[in-house]
């Protein structure tokens, strides 16, 4: 009996541990994201890892949310990177370990595909950030 009692209170704890860690604010969740809203890791190894071929897609006239956070932290040294979007005239500014999630709004006006890259010719990896992509869906909301 006493056994028992024993595991019920082990699995609250346990329990109670689960809930407080899926409340707490900030810890990343498997939710689905803000439809037009994405986050994008920048470090020397590309935008989310990839060196080349990167992009999301949008419907025209999306408003889209874009978030780009540092993804260098666990190199050597500060790695900063500023993101342009040029055809939208948008700017991040320095994007570091000081300064590691920005966040941009637009609305995806245009046609085919926006170039995003990072401005900065010596960062780390910089040939990784130069060919990322949105590219604009057309064809309308016709899904
Ligand atoms: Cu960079």
Same mark, same amino acid.
């Given at each position: 009996?006493?056994?028992k009692?024993?595991?019920i209170s082990v699995l609250l704890g346990i329990s109670l541990v689960i809930s407080a860690c899926a409340q707490s604010p900030g810890v990343e969740t498997n939710e689905e994201p803000e439809e037009g809203a994405f986050r994008v890791v920048v470090s020397r190894n590309?935008? $989310?890892n990839e060196a080349q071929g990167f992009h999301i897609e949008v419907e025209e006239d999306? %408003?889209?949310?874009l978030t780009f956070?540092?993804?260098?932290?666990?190199?050597s040294?500060?790695?900063?990177? $500023?993101i342009i979007i040029p055809e939208?005239?948008?700017e991040t500014g320095i994007?570091? %370990?000081?300064?590691p999630e920005v966040t941009v709004q637009f609305t995806a006006t245009g046609h085919g595909e926006i170039a995003f890259m990072c401005s900065i010719p010596d960062c780390i990896g910089h040939s990784n950030l130069v060919s990322g992509r949105i590219m604009i869906d057309e064809s309308g909301h016709e899904d």
């Open positions: 009996m006493k056994k009692f024993l595991l590309g935008f $989310n999306q %408003e889209v949310e956070v540092y993804g260098d932290s666990d190199f040294q500060n790695n900063p990177h $500023n939208y005239g948008i994007i570091d %370990e000081n300064n």
